[in-house]
């Protein structure tokens, strides 16, 4: 039983649904569009993974046996451990295909994904993997000429499964495994190749598949020391719920794995299923649906006049691994509560209910789960691909909104990603934000059905979405315009900093999304954060327009437009927050420049003294502008508030191509050289993140803006053209060669010498950089 207890007698506020119908329960979720999607590689943070959008599903997966320096290495969890020199989805279209190439030291697999529904497949239909498996040094001769893979099925609810048969020869019957679940009805597995290999199996019961590499590992490795011999042992019970099947065969080889279900009923078609998912009628498959990918790319980005055939590779992989990232998560999120709370727990979190999230994910290795404002960047991409999808993902964030409005920001569901993460980070906290980036999504969709840019279908789906999120929508603005605003009308701060810390250079601003970026010095109810006021614009404008498109324009949406209005207000932004000496907007708050990290003298411990790295203050705060350039101050710039004719654009294009400021030939670094904070370490552990490196979902919102620019008339038009032609060059060509060297998109780059940065396999928001090719632009 995977599932805490909900408290049932009064369930604190915190963890209190939003009391509205649910987003997903629209009809057009149902039927058709939900089955559509029930199988798919949603298993993001494992190399090959595959279940149902169902919480507790029939799962599916790979591993293998990785060769390095005469040693055997299980692969399976996505790790940068394993050294893989590549890995990622090459195409993958959200749906019924993926292709996915992984090189392992001298050994290179492929791995694709089909599915289909036929008549007769079980609900969700069929769906098959194929692995084609090659090694460079794969004579005779060599010691390792033989590989070793391992596909596994997993049943959720415990069902037991059962096995084709005590010993398995393919080649008499393909039946690897069967078993009957309530939503698919009876199900078959089948392997098919025409290389030799042997098939071995070992079955296990348990309801934790999450560490099923170590379940594995240890079988193979009791059996190695008893029979000295690298083999499962063709062992399982009546009650295996798990079922592994290790497929050993010389290189080069190839197997397919069928899948069909619905098996209890027309027991003819299924031989014919199972030989359509497989052999010769599966190559074709694949490479139709391979045209069908590339062909769709082509339309709906539409930009091989714009770039060359290697970025259009790059760009590919962008859009592919995005899709091939998507994820479906179950569980609940743990939420931190004070500790002098008399909620009864104790603990210092409570539960959240058990929800389901569909997302995308920043970064399979690192970050496979969903990250609230890392979203709404995936999403401009996402809804470019396939509109359908993308409604999908949001909803299902919406309806993880408590009563108070609040979204928590990172999704820790379930005991695969909660395996991810150590324990300290898990706790979600109710007070603090992250920018409501899903309304530059939702903007660009109320747009395109105001502009028919969408089918007639497509436009009522997005009308009626956008009919059953309204209040969604409005109570999330309502929790930011009521728990993130500042002292001053039109002011807005990011709650949660952390005032009493004596460790932090500058106390971190998690809740913004840009961690470290250095803010006022002492965290007081005083802040302003400009940053913040450009989202509570966007999300006023897109408030305003929503309402406009479901003609609800006399009520709450004439709040809404008030509201940009004042938050576009050019003098007041002004006042609040421009710097006339350094040309630039910047944060207000308590603070003083003068504070530094000192290594201090602690009391003796065990007769040893102990150093600790502390800060020092040595000037006194005052209430002031925080003089830091970077990318919070471009945000008004962002945002389009800059009046076209305004000499303070010209100053902020001064800022940004400038060199010694924010210009660099990579991209436009997160923070001047110039500041008292550049690349400087936050503690002893907190290397610089936000105060210097290059990250792709600013540069394209700043990119954005210069377009918008460099169209509209005015004096700097030419200028704001020039640094956008320049910029975007910048950016397409650094991510390019880092992907062509490392075989990967980074996190962020490295500003001095544009080297890829944090986390590699970051198919997050770095693969905006698709859309910079094609130049897809929002309007807002
Ligand atoms: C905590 C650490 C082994 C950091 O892309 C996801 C987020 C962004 O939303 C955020 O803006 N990343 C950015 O500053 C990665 C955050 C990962 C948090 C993990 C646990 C130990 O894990």
């Not at 069908?292 to 980005?301: H, I, L, P, R, Y």
């Not at 396939?386 to 990172?410: F, K, T, V």
């Not at 904070?677 to 936000?690: F, G, Q």
Request: hydrophobic share 35%; with cysteine.
């Amino acid at each position: 039983n995977l599932i805490k207890p909900a408290e049932e007698v009064q369930r604190p506020r915190v963890v209190t649904p939003f009391p509205a119908p649910k987003i997903m329960d629209l009809p057009q979720f149902q039927g058709e569009h939900k089955e559509s999607l029930y199988w798919g590689t949603y298993r993001p943070h494992v190399y090959l993974g595959i279940r149902a959008r169902t919480p507790r599903s029939l799962v599916a997966g790979l591993m293998w046996l990785g060769v390095k320096d005469g040693r055997y290495f299980m692969r399976h969890v996505c790790q940068d451990s394993d050294e893989l020199s590549k890995y990622g989805w090459t195409h993958h279209n959200g749906r019924d295909f993926g292709r996915q190439l992984l090189i392992d030291q001298d050994m290179t697999l492929e791995t694709s994904f089909f599915k289909s529904k036929e008549a007769g497949s079980g609900y969700g239909g069929d769906w098959a993997v194929r692995v084609d498996v090659q090694n460079e040094k794969s004579g005779d001769g060599e010691p390792w000429r033989s590989g070793h893979l391992f596909f596994y099925v997993a049943d959720e609810d415990g069902h037991s499964l059962s096995l084709g048969g005590d010993s398995l020869d393919i080649h008499e019957s393909s039946l690897l495994a069967s078993g009957s679940r309530m939503d698919v009805g009876r199900w078959q597995l089948h392997l098919k190749s025409l290389d030799d290999m042997e098939v071995h199996y070992s079955g296990f019961r348990t309801p934790h598949i999450h560490n099923l590499s170590d379940l594995v590992q240890e079988s193979l490795v009791e059996q190695a020391r008893k029979y000295n011999r690298l083999q499962l042992p063709d062992r399982s019970d009546n009650s295996a719920n798990i079922l592994v099947f290790q497929i050993s065969a010389k290189f080069p080889f190839k197997i397919d794995i069928a899948f069909v279900s619905g098996t209890g009923l027309d027991s003819s078609r299924v031989e014919e299923r199972i030989s359509s998912l497989t052999g010769t009628s599966l190559t074709s498959k694949l490479k139709e649906k391979q045209r069908e990918f590339d062909a769709k790319f082509e339309k709906n980005f539409n930009m091989s006049s714009k770039i060359d055939s290697e970025s259009a590779v790059a760009g590919k992989a962008a859009i592919g691994n995005m899709l091939g990232g998507i994820g479906y998560f179950y569980g609940q999120s743990k939420i931190a509560i004070p500790r002098d709370s008399n909620l009864g727990s104790h603990e210092n979190y409570i539960y959240y209910w058990p929800a389901e999230l569909y997302t995308a994910v920043p970064s399979r290795p690192f970050f496979p789960r969903g990250f609230l404002w890392d979203e709404g960047f995936h999403q401009l991409l996402i809804w470019r691909w396939d509109i359908h999808i993308s409604l999908d993902i949001i909803g299902h964030w919406l309806d993880l909104m408590n009563i108070d409005g609040w979204i928590p920001r990172e999704q820790i569901l379930g005991a695969e990603a909660l395996s991810k993460i150590p324990e300290e980070f898990v706790p979600q906290h109710p007070t603090d934000g992250n920018p409501p980036t899903l309304f530059m999504a939702l903007h660009d969709l109320v747009d395109g059905v105001k502009k028919n840019k969408f089918t007639s279908t497509e436009s009522i789906e997005i009308s009626s979405f956008l009919e059953q999120a309204f209040v969604r929508l409005e109570a999330w603005f309502q929790w930011f315009n009521t728990t993130q605003s500042g002292k001053e009308t039109g002011s807005y701060y990011w709650h949660g900093r952390d005032s009493k810390t004596t460790r932090e250079l500058n106390p971190k601003t998690l809740s913004s999304g840009l961690d470290d970026y250095p803010r006022a010095s002492h965290p007081t109810a005083d802040e302003r954060h400009v940053d913040l006021r450009c989202w509570m614009l966007l999300a006023a404008d897109c408030m305003h327009s929503v309402a406009q498109l479901l003609k609800k324009e006399n009520g709450s949406g004439k709040e809404y437009g008030t509201t940009a209005k004042m938050l576009t207000d050019f003098e007041v932004l002004n006042q609040m927050h421009y710097d006339e000496a350094y040309g630039a907007y910047f944060d207000f708050g308590y603070h003083t420049e003068k504070v530094r990290l000192s290594w201090k003298e602690m009391k003796v411990e065990h007769g040893y003294p102990t150093r600790e790295l502390v800060r020092e203050v040595l000037g006194n705060p005052e209430l002031r502008l925080v003089p830091h350039i970077g990318y919070v101050s471009l945000f008004p710039l962002m945002r389009r508030i800059i009046p076209s004719e305004s000499w303070i654009l010209q100053k902020q294009l001064d800022l940004i191509s400038n060199r010694s400021i924010l210009w660099t030939d990579f991209g436009l670094r997160s923070l001047s050289k110039t500041s008292s904070l550049y690349m400087k370490r936050n503690t002893e552990h907190d290397a610089p993140y936000w105060r210097g490196p290059i990250w792709m979902n600013m540069n394209y919102m700043i990119l954005s803006a210069l377009h918008h620019y460099s169209k509209e008339d005015g004096p700097y038009r030419e200028r704001a053209k020039t640094i956008y032609d320049d910029l975007r060059t910048n950016l397409i060509r650094n991510v390019v060669r880092n992907y062509n060297r490392t075989g990967f998109l980074w996190e962020q780059y490295d500003q001095k010498n544009g080297k890829g940065k944090g986390q590699r396999v970051f198919t997050g928001w770095t693969s905006l950089v698709l859309l910079i090719m094609a130049e897809a632009y929002g309007e807002i």
